[in-house]
């Protein structure tokens, strides 16, 4: 218990700096980035089913799927989104320039 | 137990560099990656630890879950990407619900510390789940993207926040007795705690319930782990919270409110700035051109000058707004050497993203040197404006800050605004007990000119007139950006 609370509480010190620091081009990507950390509760959900009775069982088997589905389908949806930031090459942007 | 913390310490090492990656956009795509692989080593250490490594149906599980994440996903058009996370953002709450309802039926977790962590993060999951929902669906238009407010909402939110901090307590002090057969009226009264807490949050205001609804869920998340005893999951729901609490923060500084005032719905004193728009918009103008603080262009203050009466104005942009002349603002276009386009909503509503990329291709061109003005929170959710332009296939290196490019309006010679309003309204920065009074905003009419192609000539969101519309440096093209916006550039090329 107190390793777990001295841990949040580092993890939020360092978080803050580094999350700070990243400019708000990128402040989408960010947030749907920690938007599929957010599944990471699948964990807590895995050991639940690894504990509980079977009776709980559709109750976390459904936790589980849901934070697949977060985790999955953020960071799937978060590389979608990095992958359109870019700089075209010179070449392609001289191109642009000729056929207008 | 030490090895435990040791692989714990690790993989979060591995979160860590992975957000440090996302500090730059050449190196994001990678600090994404690395963030999913840290979640599967998390998972894997997770089953390994329990035991369930060769337990078929929890993989199953797993894989239906995956599955219907990655089709979603890859399935969404970008247009939709707000409410698509939104709502994956309210699974994940929704899941740290449900293991904390079900945490107790282990018989390996017991005492205040635990009792008390759970009936939290059951409530924050539940908020999470159902204010997401209902997020989600206004950003889907299947609910009204404006604001709804009930009678007495105020009071019904506190009320129905007492009786589930009732419940909650019953349960944690009593927990024998009351943890399960008072579940249900802790779920249902922070169902409806999260409904009504973001249903009176509309438009504008949108990109700061998104962040917090983040938050909420990372917040729910570290609780969970807390009560789970899982070092892990705590500090990964940590750094979560943190984003969202840090992005909400920036979103409250973009809009001048407070998260607490958002959260009450919109600004009341929107709808009386409605009310008497007229009278007022022409005082306004008057003190925009007096004042002292707006450095206008030596031209723009010319014309101001040498315009009519301040009382005359309005009247002034009412004949603007007929027919603007087309071959005016190609003119204007033809003889800037410098634009700055400041994309706003309606922009992502109209879909005119790819049209603004083939004007910044047509002008640059021409020679002409182009950037992109992007205000913290034009859109819907944080970073919007540059997602949208990233995709029409802009490159990032043009998308200027607020900050940054405000000094430059001045040396400008033509600023295009496409769909953006509040975020461009000089009377921020002069007019009184206006909700966005004090609001930072691009200082556009310290351009040399200034073309406005938004949909109608009303005001924004926050309900307050632009005076910037009846400036005389400003021409006015009003219909939808995607039909306008074409329209311009034909008119360019030929």
């Not at chain 2, 997770?46 to 879950?65: D, F, H, P, T």
């Not at chain 2, 040396?411 to 909700?435: K, M, S």
Request: hydrophobic share 55%; glycine share 10%; proline share 5%.
């Amino acid at each position: 218990m107190f390793v777990d609370i001295a841990f949040v509480v580092v993890l939020t010190i360092i978080g803050y700096r580094i999350i700070a620091a990243v400019p708000p081009l990128l402040h989408t990507p960010l947030m749907s980035g920690m938007n599929a950390l957010s599944g990471v509760t699948v964990i807590g959900a895995l050991l639940i089913l690894g504990l509980a009775p079977r009776s709980v069982e559709p109750w976390a088997a459904l936790a589980v799927i849901m934070g697949m589905t977060n985790v999955v389908g953020g960071f799937l949806v978060t590389e979608r989104m990095l992958r359109m930031f870019r700089i075209r090459q010179r070449p392609a942007r001289e191109q642009g320039g000729e056929r207008t | 137990m030490s090895y435990q913390i040791a692989i714990a310490s690790l993989i979060t090492v591995g979160f860590l560099v992975g957000i440090r990656l996302l500090q730059s956009p050449r190196t994001a795509v990678w600090g994404n990656r690395l963030g999913a692989l840290s979640m599967v080593l998390a998972i894997i250490f997770a089953l390994y630890e329990r035991g369930l490594l060769s337990e078929q149906r929890i993989w199953l599980y797993m894989v239906a879950g995956a599955g219907v994440g990655a089709v979603l996903a890859l399935r969404v058009r970008m247009v939709n990407m707000p409410q698509m996370v939104g709502m994956f953002n309210g699974l994940g709450g929704g899941a740290s619900a449900l293991v904390a309802a079900t945490a107790a039926q282990t018989g390996e977790l017991s005492g205040w510390f635990f009792w008390w962590t759970a009936v939290f993060a059951l409530a924050l999951g539940t908020v999470t789940f159902s204010g997401s929902a209902v997020a989600a669906l206004k950003l889907q238009g299947m609910i009204t993207g404006r604001a709804i407010v009930v009678r007495g909402h105020g009071t019904l939110v506190a009320v129905l926040m007492i009786a589930g901090a009732a419940a909650m307590a019953g349960a944690a002090v009593a927990p024998d007795q009351l943890f399960y057969p008072v579940m249900p009226a802790t779920v249902l009264a922070f169902v409806l705690v999260g409904i009504y807490m973001t249903i009176r949050i509309g438009g504008a205001d949108m990109p700061i319930v998104i962040s917090f609804l983040n938050s909420l869920s990372g917040v729910a998340a570290a609780v969970c782990g807390l009560a789970v005893n899982d070092m892990l999951l705590a500090g990964v729901g940590a750094l979560v919270g943190v984003a969202g609490l840090i992005l909400t923060q920036l979103m409250c500084v973009g809009i001048n409110r407070s998260l607490f005032s958002v959260l009450g719905g919109p600004d009341p004193r929107g709808k009386t700035m409605a009310a008497t728009a007229q009278p007022q918009a022409a005082s306004w103008i008057e003190a925009a051109a007096d004042s002292s603080e707006v450095e206008l262009a030596p031209e723009a203050r010319a014309l101001l000058e040498s315009g009519p009466a301040a009382g005359e104005m309005v009247e002034a942009a009412d004949v603007a707004v007929e027919e603007p002349e087309p071959k005016e603002v190609t003119d204007l276009v033809r003889e800037a050497s410098s634009v700055i386009i400041v994309p706003g909503y309606g922009m992502a509503v109209a879909q005119a993203q790819h049209a603004v990329r083939e004007l910044v291709d047509l002008l640059e061109g021409k020679g002409k040197e182009v950037k992109i003005a992007v205000h913290p929170v034009a859109g819907r959710m944080p970073g919007h404006m540059n997602v949208l332009l990233a995709e029409a296939g802009l490159d990032y290196d043009k998308f200027v800050d607020m900050d940054d490019i405000n000094p430059e309006f001045a040396n400008t010679d033509l600023v295009i605004i496409v769909g953006a309003c509040d975020v461009v309204n000089p009377a921020a920065r002069t007019a009184e007990q206006t909700p966005i009074q004090g609001m930072p905003v691009l200082h556009v009419e310290e351009a040399r000119s200034v073309i406005v192609l938004n949909l109608d000539d009303r005001p924004g969101y926050s309900g307050v007139p632009n005076p910037l519309y009846g400036y005389g440096h400003c021409t006015l093209v009003l219909g939808n950006a995607a039909d306008t916006l074409p329209g311009l550039i034909e008119i360019l090329k030929s």
